[in-house]
């Protein structure tokens, strides 16, 4: 069983930074694939960014891509994404998930477990 708590969302203007932490229970936390998914009021959840369970491979929604840098240590059993240039479209409900996968999967189903999310709120 894996516990997700998602952290660092908040309030920002167009053009800022935040990171968002994802921490972890469970003993098999690095043998996970992890994502990071959001999900704008109106709007159904869409994929932002995964990593396979090494952290050394990588995808990005081309919206994200550029702008955001996800990453994760498996000492602190932590995820970590970086968005930088953030726009009033990356408004939304930030969520972490995780599963057991061969690679850094774009596929919701595909991961079983949901962290309660975070909410990103960028100002024009």
């Known amino acids: 069983q894996v516990q997700l708590v998602e952290s660092g969302g908040g309030l920002v203007q167009a053009g800022g930074s935040l990171r968002l932490s994802c921490v972890a229970s469970?003993?098999?936390?690095?043998?996970?694939?992890m994502a990071w998914f959001r999900q704008a009021p109106g709007k159904e959840r869409e994929f932002v960014a995964a990593i396979n369970w090494s952290g050394g491979s990588t995808s990005y929604a081309d919206s994200v891509k550029g702008r955001f840098t996800l990453s994760r240590d498996n000492a602190k059993n932590t995820m970590s994404l970086q968005m930088n240039s953030l726009k009033p479209e990356d408004t939304a409900v930030y969520y972490c998930?995780?599963?057991?996968?061969?690679?850094?999967?774009?596929?919701?189903?595909?991961?079983?477990?949901w962290g309660q999310g975070t909410q990103v709120t960028v100002s024009s």
């Open positions: 469970g003993r098999s936390f690095r043998r996970y694939a």
């Open positions: 998930a995780a599963d057991y996968a061969d690679g850094p999967t774009s596929i919701a189903s595909l991961y079983g477990y």
